[in-house]
């Protein structure tokens, strides 16, 4: 009896594999590991490729080749950006990857020239976000090309492009694979790829709203008498308070975000890059430009709309009328209430005493025997 | 009945106003002191039909309370879920609508009926006293506009809640409560209206204040919305709905707002002076009462005068 149940357990874990392997076998996401002439993967293919650093943090090496090859970096060799790697095995690493680098490997098709983000490198360095890629103190807080800019994924979803289109174009260019994935990068560009305003304010906000970073940047600036934006503690939270902040939460995509108010709409990614204190004339927020920023939205604004507070608080101590006035309306509120409520409740005992009930259908001419004597003749 | 002196001069002024002729003055004095001097007494033992006996509001006005209070209800339960909308139960509110897009269309659609509804009752009050004052029949006390005396009708009617007083005091047309209803929900109707506007029309408001308001008037206009209108619900659940429906002897609900009249016992309980202003220009009204009187043996009557019907342990 016990021989019969495990040969049942045992052909049920067999068909078990067999359909799992089918199933793995036919509706797998095929893997294509990118180009790895320089032998990079020898290493770091392993998934235990780590270390634990000084300060006790885990740093993987690891490089999922499937996942790196639907990459948009997946055409670079990896010497392109880490250039400081010379042999193999190399030396430890003391330096970073720095996006301003140029590629060796890809030409800009425009120009001829080797590719590089060193333009929009520089217009960032120059920004008020700008850091060197190793940073120590306040500017290690500053969020440098990769904390915003994810290396993201292609969407499967989008992977393939129209057959009649790749058949058309193979017959000059030949490599199909060519043509998929130009496709891929044309086509996302010509699609609205933008971050939403709601993607965009998370975005900023996993460093403006780090309180205790805002803290350290505020009392450096008063210890050096520098110079901070007055809104700068309280940025993400007094945007999320704003008119502009709840639609972004409802979900409203023509909402302003950060960007749209901080950065020029005209060159807006480029312009993205270089953003600046508002009290710097080249700001977009800058007083002598706001009326040109609001009208981006709001044709019909004026010198007196961007007076509006697009960053309102109700913290007393950043908008004392606010505070006080938000105050007396619950006050209000809630005495009103309780002068109703206890009129109403004066008015029933004064009425049940004159003998006055509640009935459903005689109406509101019935009354009961009145405690005050005055009663209807019979 | 002996009346005071104000409730004479209001008997006094309606009837000049009537222009009614010598017989008719006569017939109407003779009701009234034919009336016991007890009006809680009088209150008590008159013929009521609970759907209305004596006019009280126009069509206009009727037409007007029921755009106002719809529109003011299915703003709140489609406002509310935008103002709350992390709330956990404004999700299932807008999904219903169609999501808060569909909410925030039909929240202004109703807003601008509501606003129509306004402009026409601006219309209906200002047109009817102007030809009331046309032809001299204006009588100040029978609007809606407080005057002095409702801060003691307020107090005496406190009192008599109280058990300190016998009789409530004569009180108009309109009595205390009411005039703090409306204005309060005239004060809030103009609250939601200009809040409202300052989102759709923020360019707008800001060209016609002074620089200096701008941010400071934005910022009150957004507190206030929300807060305006969770206190209008409030009040209108409390205290509204306890009024005509919830408070003894109005239960399940006044009909006046449906047939625009008011029941006999209820104008000589709450609108004396009014039910005056009735026997003056309504004889049906007159012959009506002094039927009731007659048959229930009460015509000059002195029995339950005051004094008599005084009852223990009162003040």
Known sequence: MMLKKETCRSRFILAASLVSGLFLTFFSVQVVAFEDDEGCLICHKYPMMARVTDEGVLRSYYVMPHVFERTVHRNVPCRDCHSYIKELPHKPVTQGVTCNKECHSIKNPA????????????????????????????????????????????NPGEGKPPKHIVDRCVVCHEKREFVERWYNHTSRRIREVKRSSKEIFELCSSCHENKEMLDRHVRQAQEEGRELGRKFPIAAKSYKESFHGKLTRLGFSKTASCLDCHARQKDYFKSVHEIRPSRDPESPTHESNKVETCQRCHTYADENYVALDPHPSSKQEDNVFKYYAEMIYNIVGVVVIAMLIGMSLVETIGRRRDGVSWRLFQGSSWRRKSPRGRDRLK | MKLSEHARNVVETCMKHNKVSDSEREEIEQVIANMPEDRVFLQKNVVSDPLGDLPRYSIHIRVQHLLTFSTFLTLAFTGLPIHF??????????AVLGGVEVTRIIHRTLAVIMISSMVYHLLTITIKPL?????????????????????????????????????????????????????????????????????LFPEFWASVLPVEMVSNFQELMRLSHPHEALLALLVIA?????????????????WTFLTGKITREHQIEEHFLEYLRNLVEIPEERQHLQDVLDSRGLSGDDRFDIEVAQPEGAI
């Open chain 2, 238 to 254: 409390f205290w509204h709905w306890y009024n005509v429906h919830l408070a003894p002897g109005r239960f399940p609900m006044q």
């Open chain 2, 85 to 94: 909308i992390e709330a956990i139960w404004a999700e299932p509110f807008n």
């Open chain 2, 131 to 199: 030809w009331e004052i046309r032809h001299r029949r204006f009588d100040i006390r029978r609007t809606i506009i407080p005057l002095p005396k409702d801060i003691r009708d307020f107090r005496e009617d406190m009192l008599y809640h109280a058990n300190k007083r016998e009789q409530r005091p004569e009180m108009d047309k309109y009595m205390y409560k009411q005039k703090i209803h409306y204005f309060a929900a005239g004060f809030g109707n103009m609250v939601m209206v200009i809040s409202g506007s300052s989102f």
């Open chain 1, 111 to 154: 120009t001829g020239k080797q590719f590089s983000h060193k333009m929009i490198y520089d217009a960032y360095i120059e920004s008020t976000h700008g850091r060197k890629k190793i940073a120590d103190g306040l500017d290690a807080d500053k969020p440098y090309c990769i904390n915003c800019h994810t290396n993201p994924l292609y």
